[in-house]
């Protein structure tokens, strides 16, 4: 499997500390089906600033690394973009990360809100030929709030990574709710586990499998855990996602606190 969303490369960000923690995450990666695996740091302006060459310099050193421990991982450039006004004069300066060198590009809201720019840049993003994945909109509260801005942003060609530990109740039961309503309305494309270490929020991904397939069935699962994962990291197109039919209503859980 294909893990695109992963804080492994050390001494980064808040993820792995050091090489003893990324080796350790990668153990529990292969252990869990992972073969490969997107670093993303944080890039984050005056607070974690990377550039291109350090996040491909870190990637292939981790990757020496893991060869010389006869660890079966391969590690891919990447990185994990705050949304800032400026993010468009980066990417069209050439200065920004993407997944594998691909067209992709995770980018991470704000967890308290959607900015009032967040749709101008997205689309500004699209006009140089990059297509963003918004990193775990299930977490955030201006979309828990009104689903509908993450309707209207995906009815506009973005894309959205549903976290592992959402799926399965680790961030608490309103945002676990949250991500199974986005992948019923087809709003959640890919799976990632945005590990950052090997004992709290680490590398796997088949613990959601259970929850996707009584969504979806066997084809959705297929679908957020292996192919799109695969296209991201091939820098092909995504399989869309349409809607599926619950007598549910959004609406009956929106009242529950967050935790």
């Known amino acids: 499997m294909i893990d695109i969303h992963v804080h492994i490369l050390p001494g980064f960000d808040d993820g792995a500390a050091d090489t003893q923690m990324a080796i350790k995450m990668a153990e529990m990666a292969v252990t869990n089906g992972i073969h490969h695996i997107i670093a993303t740091p944080h890039i984050i302006h005056k607070v974690s600033e990377h550039t291109c060459d350090e996040i491909k310099t870190a990637a292939a050193q981790l990757n020496m690394l893991l060869a010389q421990e006869n660890i079966p991982l391969k590690i891919y450039p990447g990185a994990e973009y705050y949304l800032e006004p400026d993010l468009t004069a980066r990417a069209a300066a050439g200065e920004l990360q993407t997944l594998n060198n691909s067209q992709y590009l995770l980018v991470e809201l704000p967890a308290a809100q959607v900015p009032p720019y967040t749709e101008q840049i997205l689309y500004e993003l699209q006009i140089q030929g990059l297509k963003p994945i918004i990193a775990h909109p299930e977490r955030n509260n201006g979309f828990i709030s009104n689903p509908k801005l993450l309707s ?84 092909k197109p995504i399989q869309p996602l349409a809607s599926i039919k619950t007598s549910k209503s959004f609406f009956h859980f929106t009242n529950l606190k967050l935790q």
């Open 152 to 235: 209207e942003l995906t009815n506009r060609g973005n894309i959205c990574q549903i976290t592992t530990g959402s799926v399965v109740g680790i961030f608490g039961q309103r945002v676990k709710k949250t991500a199974l309503h986005f992948l019923r309305q087809g709003w959640g494309h890919l799976i990632a586990s945005d590990a950052h270490s090997n004992h709290k929020r680490t590398p796997q991904l088949l613990s959601a499998a259970g929850e996707i397939k009584k969504i979806g069935g066997e084809k959705l699962s297929q679908t957020l855990l292996f192919d799109n994962p695969s296209s991201i990291i091939d820098g």
